[in-house]
Each structure stands twice: as C-alpha cells, then as structure tokens.
C-alpha cells in the first residue's frame, strides 16, 4: 500500500509539472500574441495614405523627399504630424480581439458602410494596410478592424488624429518668411544688417533724414513675417484691399498680400497662386505696423503734443 501511494504521489507530481509546463507555454504564447503588430508595416515603405470619413476623403502622397497634397495645390504636409500618426500606427499591438461578428463590425461602426475612419497605406500601387476606426470604448482608445478580416480591436488611438480633410494635414508655416532680412511696407522700408535693425533711407526719407528707430517694433515684425501660420487655403478672392509687403528671408524674396473682408483675414504670396486664410492676430500683429508705429521721434512727438493739449485745456 505505501509504494502504491509512493507511486502515485509520484504520478500527481509528474501531472503537476507538466500542467504547470503547459500553462506556463500558453501564458508564454498569449504574451507573444499580445505583442504581434496590427498593421505591421515600416514606415520607410509608404508613399501614398487615403483617409475617408465616409463624406469626404483626402490622399497624402510623397513626391522624392516631400508628402504633398495632390488635391490642394500640390502643398506641403505637416512633415511632423504625418511623422507622429506612422509612428503611432507602426507601433499599434493587436491584443484580444473585443468582438469577430458582422454585429459587432455594425456596433463598433467598423463596417465597410459604416466607419468613422478608413485607413488605406500604399507602397505604389500596393497595399500595405488597411484599417477600419470606428467609436470609442474609452479614454485615448478606439475600436478598429483590419480590411478584409473579421476581428475587432481595441487600440490607443483617436479619430481626430486621421482627418479626413486636406487643410488639416497643411503645413500651416508654408508662408513663412524664415529669417527676416528687410521688409518694404506702404510707408517704410527696413533692412536688417550685422548692428540690427535700420531704417532705409529712401524717399521720402532723404539722406539723413530718418528717424531712431523702434528696434523692438521692428524685431515683432520681423517675428511676424518668419513665423506666420496660414489655417486653410481660399478658393475664392474676397473683395477687399490689399496692403502689400515686401519681405527677404533665408527662404527667399516674395511680395505678400493681405487682406481684410468683414471679420476675416486672408494672405498670398507671390509665388503662390492662391490665398489663405489667417488669424486676425497675425494679421494685425503685421498689418498696423507702419512708420508711426516704428519711428521713435515721431512716438515722442505725438507724446508730446497730447501732453501740450492737455496742460492747454486745463
């Protein structure tokens, strides 16, 4: 009797090791398979994304080293945030699928006919990925499906991160001047050397006839032009007048163009065929400088003159 039960304490022990064994590799393999990539791509491979919302859509295309717009003018991408989204999409894990029915596609709306996002990576002609967004289960998560499969996920990502609009992908700074070196308004025109900032000495300014000028008026300026943002382009001139300047910077030499019409705010430039929209920030910040503004001596002067008119009325 005890070498049976030597026996079989022996048997049970063998049974706990194997099981233990056993669980241990499916413990092993559901990490493994936690950690498979959904979409498994390099981003070195894509050339082309098309992102649909069901009602409009837009193509992001790669033309050498430079993402385009081809449906907008051919205009530059935001090189960071098309970067941040390929990073954010290389790096997404399956994990457990939450749902594989026809149901569950309708119910997290990661249907063909029913999505809030459709994702499509091209590698010239051919597909590198596809992916269904649909609603969200929480905090920074949604729900999302493969093309052509039936499994349902739930990832870290958002919906506003995929627009499906051609200005929200805009390098907004495409009109930037860069390091400003001079700018030529209505009534001034400066210049920028090795000691700063100076007036040009240009009609109607005869020689050594301009005025100090405000140094930190002209660096706000200059401020402006470099880091002026646009928020969408404008298919249609609105009426309005044009004040015109003309703006060097390391990126080149242009003429720009602003324009107020009502309570919006547009700017072109000159080797651009279009207008965009601004904020009404940016465009007073650079529309209300002019040489009242920049000249010292004539700052004191009205100074002065309102301080005469008060002690007279008094």
Do not use: C
Request: net charge negative.
């Amino acid at each position: 009797m005890t070498k049976l039960q030597s026996r079989l304490g022996g048997l049970l022990v063998l049974q706990l090791v194997l099981a233990a064994g056993l669980f241990w590799n499916s413990q092993q393999q559901q990490q493994h398979d936690l950690q498979q990539p959904l979409l498994g791509f390099e981003k070195s491979q894509v050339d082309r994304i098309e992102i649909s919302d069901g009602d409009a859509a837009v193509t992001l295309r790669k033309a050498g080293d430079q993402w385009q717009l081809p449906d907008l003018h051919q205009l530059p991408i935001d090189d960071n945030k098309l970067d941040d989204i390929l990073t954010k999409l290389a790096a997404l894990n399956s994990g457990w699928p939450v749902a594989t029915t026809a149901s569950g596609r309708e119910r997290f709306e990661v249907a063909e006919d029913n999505f809030q996002r459709h994702l499509r990576l091209y590698q010239g002609e051919a597909a590198v990925a596809s992916l269904y967004v649909g609603t969200s289960p929480g905090f920074r998560k949604v729900h999302v499906r493969r093309g052509q499969e039936d499994a349902i996920f739930a990832v870290e990502l958002n919906s506003y991160e995929l627009p499906a609009a051609g200005s929200d992908w805009l390098d907004k700074t495409l009109l930037g001047a860069g390091a400003v070196t001079s700018i030529k308004g209505p009534d001034y025109a400066l210049n920028k050397t090795d000691s700063g900032w100076t007036f040009v000495e240009t009609a109607p300014l005869a020689a050594g006839d301009a005025p100090k000028l405000n140094i930190e008026k002209a660096e706000q300026l200059a401020a402006a032009m470099a880091d002026l943002k646009v928020q969408a382009v404008v298919e249609a001139e609105p009426a309005g007048d044009a004040i015109a300047l003309e703006v060097t910077g390391n990126n080149g030499n242009w003429t720009y163009r602003f324009i107020q019409a009502d309570d919006n705010y547009y700017v072109g430039r000159s080797d651009k065929d279009m207008l965009f929209s601004i904020s009404k920030i940016d465009y007073e910040n650079i529309t209300t400088v002019g040489m009242p503004q920049l000249a010292l001596e004539t700052q004191s002067t009205e100074g002065e003159a309102d301080a005469d008119d008060t002690a007279s009325s008094s």
